[in-house]
């Protein structure tokens, strides 16, 4: 299994300076907007974006073109770019950022030019210091050569571009969470509907929120054609993405490969294999709020619908493997306290119901645990997403709740007696 | 218009308007979703979690919050199923799991919707072994209410309450997740006008009103439904009683008037008819001190002094306070005591107590408005007093209307407080010191712009007792001329509507002084009205009243007024009489009686038809219900009578309207340079509020309002001075307020200090010198 | 007035970038934090009146975020991450070590103010894991003797720009994607360097 290079093309030929301008440029860069600024449409431009089928990268996998197309008329529209990326076992918006910020403002630039729109803001993680001073600086120098701002490469469209710091919160990942935390409120996920920003978004205006790597990929569907990009990977799941493994991997690490192989190629040929020679007892094949698959499933093919076949999801991209001594009534303790920390606050059942969970597998993991415990996360679990299903069935404003969940319901499936081993016998009183 | 359309609410079928709410559709069909967050009046958010029902979508049954989800037609609803039951029990599981468990100690108790839902669904047992959230035990969040945060639920009311509906954004979630909590900032209190709305949209008892605490027990209750008489809103109420003493009164939602509001003095204006300093005994005056007597006594020594005088002058200062049925007796006994009775009218000799008073716009020529119309119109204008001191509720109408896209036009200097909301304020430009218009509206771009061909409501007052009501009139012209106009009278009062409806002619203040002969043999009786204190007239009042021949007060307390009486005879206030109240859109409303009156206090009423008898002048009524009958025989219109029995239906919040006469005659002041602006604030020091504890310090700060140009001139760099002119001198706080004109103070009348102060004389403010050196020189 | 003239500028010139001043909220936090190592009151006060509302809309918002504190930090600080990559890649190690070396528990400063210690949510360093921030600059694939040496170091020569690069090539180990160049820029405070990078010369 090979990777297949196209948003990462430019920074691994580049290693010394992907990041600056003059690097961009010299090998191609800003070829693609200045084309379609010359003789593209909006029309034309969002025709590709169709024609190419890439889905948002962002985790919930909504096709770009058609969200496109949901943008509502309106004097001030806008586009948020989303690098909240916080998610566990998720780095790829990360390298990006960070080595080739130029590919991601010429994304946002055609996708601008496609929606009329004028500003733009790229949303960061707090924690991503690094990365977000490489953009500001990217933004800068785009600004100094006249690649933003007013009649940008001398046409009559203008963009301004605003950087802006997230300050901890996984939850402003949630697009509507994110567009109160960037009207300087609480990152508290908005009611839906309307569903779509794009009919109501950044200051109830019509907002496109797209995934950085989903923007970062435009570029190179106009400088070659939406035809091309969906000829890449399977149907469903076209052109490439960048997957990011981690755990007990011998080569962990940020890999950009077409959609269609199976998780088990993925770790053998270019994460090197399981570290130590040990074989994997489980592992989280999207992002934490993933529910995790077993050792045995992993010839699972990775496309979004094959994950969600199995009963989880492809997500945001986020592979975590767990090798057969990992404990992982840990690793669902970690899980869940992530969730508890993270949760806004807004719903009951996410509030009060995940920190619940992490008090109970607290206790369980430091010897308190008690015989009805087993039965009693589980419903729990049932009451923040009912029925236990995945996707889940919600009660709650947004889907980190029922998140929280998924890590219990998989320890609970599949590794039972690792938990009912620590819990005392249940006494029958009869 | 809303649609009608048919939705399925486990298996019946029931009506709805398009766009509405599940949860309030089917409430209105009769079926209650249990909920905690969902307010009527607030916008949703959907946070608790409770109101949980499955719908049928295209994609297979789906939970869904029925507080956010609006109906459409077809709409397939289950509110019973398993999948509901089971989610709204871990609901109700997860609230509990962290809610302490001190129901016996909890003010909410007996009324609160977390109890009465254990009770029903509640889990039996907790399963929930952790150690509970903690917090420090009720914190004080201002004088008036405390916060209990491991009681509270988290369902934002108190919250959106302060963003959305009163704009004043002074309590909000800390924290975040299982950590949140609700707080004010440390240096900033719960300081809100509104802010006991709050305390009674709290769904559970993590905010209680420090009136309330511990003082009873719901079901101790007795309850009536009333009309509040805090200013000329005529907000709905229900007084809540326990062995015969007020403890709190409500909100009711009466969506033609407050629509569930109130503002903390109406809330909390009540203790004072507990209060050791109630008139309880009728008062004679002897060598300068009062003695006890009874009422023989007293309509004996009034019938002498009347005989003594021979044909004595009787003129009569009535304050805002009685019902339109004591109006009436008033009226008709004053017709009886008038010299010049058969004269003609303009001789009236009943003289209203409210500085602003002025001839206002009634009859054919202006149309009165509702308060509904606020919502319908598309532009609003006010020039009056500051609206949310004086009609704090209309604040919270205009706010709405605004909010939901109403443009509206400020004239000032007085109402700062709407200016954030106003599309267009017009400030020292247009009007200058004096409140008079410098230009012709006309020429005013935007102003026409923003009115010209639109439905206009027009909140039109004197903003000070020395403006000249022709500017007023230019205004109001000017409106009409270029668009639909109607109009709300800004008369602040309680129930001056009431008096104006009910009493022949009313004149104000500045005529009863000039129309005051001291050659004369003068008797004035005051009825509710005392205009000694914090009025523009007050000194020449006091005065008056030391020098007449004979005064008599019917009031509730010795005050700057009474106290000057030759007899008082104590009078039942609110809570303690029935009868109607007439508020500014001249809408009828009822006040009930639920106590009894302190000691031998009796009703004006009573009083006058005991004097007239003892006059052998036939006043005769036996009862309110005789009076209002006779009241009601006054109207030429049948068919909407102010009756009893009319407004007695519970389902009557609309009240009544019917037309009358209206008749003031009250002309301008002169001519004088205003260099001290004179208003009247929320909090002061009237009877009632420094009678009643809990909100009785609120109006005890006293302050200045200038730009930071005028107080540049006086060299002024700290946040307090001394204002002085001639002999009086006031420690001051300082406030900036730069929508005030230049060379201009704004000062509090109905605070301790201010009302010696000549509005038109010039003053000087100093660096206040520290207090205790003050003391020594 | 509490904020000096230069910090004042520079939130001005930050509420013009956007539509509405509230979105200037949050950057105008960071300037607090950068100034006393927390959002202090007065900051609160101040913040509040650069943009028109509440004090307590200020607090509401600043307290909602992990990374604006509510307590003085120290001039470093440590961010353990314990998420589940690094969970699993033993980051409970690297954990107990930074707390024995700075004697501190979580969400505790030292008395010199030298160190704040915190264990945080993923930091987007997996593939590296387990990793930790100093001031939000990020070190790769630690072990915990590595973590200690950060800590000795940092305490040493307490520089006065934290940079990744710089720790990455000292401390580190594995990394998530290869970093290609070295970059001198880093954080001054512990707020993120990014608008208040050049603001700290200014001031
Ligand atoms: C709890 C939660 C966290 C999320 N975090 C992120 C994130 O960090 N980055 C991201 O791009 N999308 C995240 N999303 C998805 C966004 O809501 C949104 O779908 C996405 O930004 C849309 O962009 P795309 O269509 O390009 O994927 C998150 C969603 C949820 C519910
Ligand atoms: S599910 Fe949790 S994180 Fe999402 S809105 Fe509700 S409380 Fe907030
Ligand atoms: S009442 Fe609907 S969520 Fe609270």
């Known amino acids: 299994m090979k990777e297949t290079i196209l948003l990462t093309k430019h920074m691994r030929e580049n290693p010394e300076d992907s990041h600056l301008l003059k690097s961009y440029e010299k090998n191609g860069g800003y070829k693609g907007v200045k084309k379609v600024l010359k003789s593209g449409t909006p029309e034309s431009v969002l025709e590709e974006i169709k024609s190419s089928n890439i889905r948002g990268r962002g985790g919930a996998g909504f096709p770009t073109g058609v969200k496109w197309g949901f943008l509502a008329e309106d004097q001030e529209r806008y586009l948020v770019i989303n690098a909240d990326e916080s998610e566990p076992g998720t780095f790829k918006d990360r390298i990006l950022l960070e080595r080739d910020p130029h590919q991601l403002i010429e994304g946002m630039i055609i996708t601008c030019f496609a929606a009329n729109i004028s500003k733009a803001f790229i949303y960061i993680r707090g924690e991503y210091a690094k990365p977000a001073r490489r953009v500001q600086s990217a933004v800068e120098q785009a600004y100094e050569k006249g690649y933003l701002g007013k009649n940008i490469f001398g046409s009559s469209m203008d963009l301004d571009i605003v950087v802006h710091l997230g300050a901890g919160a996984y939850i402003c990942g949630e697009e509507t969470a994110l567009l109160n935390s960037l009207e300087g409120r609480r990152g508290e996920p908005r009611l839906k509907p309307p569903f779509f920003p794009a009919v109501k978004g950044l200051y109830n205006k019509p907002t496109l929120v797209n995934n950085v790597e989903t923007i970062s990929s435009v570029p190179w569907i106009m400088n070659n054609s939406g035809k091309d990009y969906a000829s890449l990977g399977v149907e469903g799941s076209t052109g490439t993405r960048i997957f990011s493994l981690s755990g007990h991997i011998n080569n962990p690490g940020n890999y950009e490969i077409e959609m269609g192989s199976s998780f088990g190629e993925f770790v053998e040929s270019l994460g090197k294999g399981v570290r130590n020679e040990k074989s994997i007892k489980a592992y989280i094949p999207g992002g934490a709020s993933a529910p995790w698959l077993r050792g045995d499933q992993l010839d699972v093919k990775m496309t979004i619908d094959d994950v969600a076949n199995e009963g989880s999801m492809l997500g945001s991209g986020a592979v975590v493997m767990m090798d057969e001594d990992t404990n992982l009534l840990f690793a669902a303790k970690s899980l869940v306290s992530f969730f508890a920390h993270e949760s806004c606050g807004q719903c009951t059942p996410c509030r009060e119901g995940t920190t619940w969970l992490e008090n109970i597998l607290d206790r369980i993991a430091s010897g308190r645990g008690r015989a009805s415990d087993i039965d009693l996360l589980l419903d729990v679990c049932d009451n923040i997403s009912p029925g236990l299903t995945w996707p889940p069935k919600m009660t709650t404003i947004c889907p980190l709740g029922p998140s929280a969940t998924a890590s219990i319901v998989s320890l609970m499936k599949d590794f039972r007696s690792e938990v009912e081993v620590l819990l005392p016998k249940k006494v029958v009183v009869s | 218009m809303t649609e009608k359309i048919t939705f399925t609410v486990d298996g019946k079928t029931l009506e709805g308007k398009q766009g509405q709410l599940l949860i309030e559709a089917c409430e209105d069909s009769g079926i209650h979703i249990p909920r905690f967050c969902w307010h009527k009046r607030l916008d949703p958010v959907g946070m608790c979690r409770m109101c949980l029902v499955e719908i049928e979508t295209p994609r297979g049954k789906a939970l869904v919050p029925s507080c956010t989800t609006q109906v459409t037609d077809e709409l397939i609803v289950e509110t019973e199923s398993n999948t509901v039951k089971k989610a709204q029990e871990g609901v109700l599981e997860f609230l509990l799991i962290n809610h302490p468990l001190d129901c016996p100690i909890c003010d909410k108790a007996g009324e609160c919707p977390l109890q009465d839902q254990t009770m029903a669904y509640g889990p039996g047992e907790s399963r929930f072994i952790e150690e509970k959230r903690h917090f420090e035990k009720p914190i004080p969040i201002s004088d008036i209410v405390l916060l209990d945060r491991e009681r509270c639920i988290l369902c934002a009311r108190c919250t959106r309450f302060s963003d959305e509906i009163s704009g004043d954004p002074l309590i909000e979630f800390i924290q975040r997740g299982n950590k949140t909590q609700v707080n004010t900032f440390p240096d900033e209190p719960f300081k809100s006008y509104f802010s006991g709305n709050t305390v009674q949209i709290c769904p559970v008892g993590a905010l209680t009103a420090t009136s309330y605490r511990f003082k009873a027990r719901p079901w101790d209750l007795k309850k009536v439904s009333s009309t509040c008489n805090c200013c000329s809103l005529g907000c709905s109420v229900e007084l809540n009683v326990s062995q015969n003493k007020m403890l709190r009164i409500l909100g009711e939602d009466n969506e033609f008037t407050n629509q569930g509001w109130l503002s903390d003095k109406g809330r909390y204006n009540f203790e004072y008819l507990h209060s050791d300093n109630r008139l309880t005994n009728i008062k004679l005056k002897d060598n300068n001190s009062f003695v006890d007597a009874n009422i023989s006594e007293a309509t004996e020594k009034l019938k002498n002094k009347i005989e003594e005088l021979h044909n004595p002058d009787i003129k009569f200062l009535i304050g805002a306070n009685s019902t339109n049925e004591e109006y009436f007796v008033i009226n008709k006994f004053a017709n009886l005591m008038n010299r010049n009775e058969f004269l003609s009218k303009d001789k009236s000799n009943v003289y209203f107590a409210d500085d602003n008073m002025f001839s206002g716009y009634f009859g054919e020529n202006h149309q009165n408005a509702s308060f509904e119309d606020l919502d319908s119109s598309d532009v609003i204008v006010v020039w009056s007093e500051d609206i949310k001191d004086n009609i704090p509720v209309l604040f919270l109408r205009i706010k709405k209307a605004v909010k939901n896209g109403v443009k509206l036009v400020v004239l000032g200097h007085t109402n700062s407080s709407l200016e954030s909301l106003a599309d267009l304020y017009l400030g020292q430009d247009v009007i200058s010191n004096n409140f008079e218009l410098k230009t012709n509206l006309g020429n005013i771009k935007e102003f026409q712009n923003i009115i010209e061909n639109k439905k206009v409501t027009i909140i039109v007052g004197k903003s000070t007792p020395l403006q000249q009501k022709k500017y007023l009139d230019n205004l109001v012209d000017h409106i009409q001329k270029y668009s639909q106009a109607k109009f709300l009278n800004c008369f602040t009062k309680a129930n001056t509507f009431g008096a104006l409806q009910h009493i022949d002619q009313i004149k104000g203040l500045n005529e009863f002084c000039n129309e005051y002969e001291e050659s004369n043999k003068n008797i004035v009786f005051t009825i509710g009205a005392n205009p000694v204190n914090a009025s523009f007239f007050g000194s020449k009042i006091e005065n008056i009243l030391k020098k007449a021949d004979f005064v008599v007060s019917l009031d509730i307390f010795i005050n700057a007024t009474t106290e000057l009486a030759d007899l008082i005879l104590p009078t039942t206030s609110f809570g303690e009489k029935e009868g109607t109240v007439t508020n500014m859109e001249m809408r009828v409303l009822k006040q009930n009686k639920i106590l009894p009156g302190p000691g031998s206090a009796l009703s004006e009423w009573e009083y006058l038809t005991m004097i007239s008898k003892s006059l052998d002048k036939e006043i005769k009524y036996e009862n309110v219900d005789e009076i209002n009958k006779a009241l009601c025989d006054e109207y030429e219109n049948n068919e909407e009578l102010p009756s009893f029995e009319n407004l007695n239906k519970p389902s009557n919040l609309f009240g009544m309207k019917n037309r009358k006469n209206i008749d003031i005659n009250i002309k301008d002041l002169e001519k004088n340079d205003l260099s001290i602006l004179m208003v009247k604030r929320l909090y002061g020091d009237s009877s009632t509020q420094i009678n009643s504890p809990s909100i009785s310090m609120l109006g005890s700060e006293r302050f200045i309002e200038l730009n930071s140009k005028t107080l540049e001139k006086f060299g002024i760099s700290s946040k307090t001075a001394n204002l002085i002119q001639d002999q009086h001198s006031i420690f001051v706080n300082i406030k900036i307020n730069n929508l005030l004109p230049d060379n201009i103070v704004l000062a509090p009348i109905n605070r301790r200090g201010f009302k010696n102060l000549d509005p038109t004389k010039d003053f000087d403010i100093r660096e206040a010198t520290n207090m205790k050196e003050l003391s020594v020189n | ?203």
Do not use: H
């Not at chain 3, 940092?154 to 970093?179: I, M, R, Y």
């Open chain 3, 1 to 203: 007035m509490t904020w000096e003239n230069a910090r004042i500028d520079k939130a001005k010139e930050i509420i013009e970038m956007y539509p509405q001043k509230r979105s200037a909220l949050g950057p105008l936090l960071y300037l607090a934090q950068d100034k006393d190592g927390y959002i202090s009151d007065d900051s609160i006060v101040e913040i509040s009146r650069l943009i028109g509302i509440t004090e307590v809309q200020v607090q509401s918002v600043a307290s909602f975020y992990s990374m604006y504190k509510q307590e003085p930090t120290g001039k470093y600080l440590l961010s353990v991450c314990k998420s589940i990559s690094c969970e699993i890649s033993n980051s409970s190690n690297v954990i107990q070590k930074v707390k024995e070396f700075t004697n501190l528990s979580n969400n505790e400063t030292d008395d010199e103010g030298l160190f704040t210690y915190e264990s945080v949510e993923c930091i987007g360093a997996c593939g590296g894991a387990p990793a930790i921030q100093v001031n939000y600059e990020t070190v790769e694939g630690l072990t915990p003797e590595k973590a200690v040496d950060l800590c000795k170091w940092l305490k040493e020569e307490q520089p006065k720009v934290v940079v990744a690069d710089e720790l990455q090539l000292k401390f580190g180990g594995t990394k998530s994607f290869d970093w290609a160049i070295e970059d001198n820029t880093g954080s001054s405070s512990p707020v993120p360097g990014f608008q208040t990078y050049e603001m700290q010369e200014e001031i």
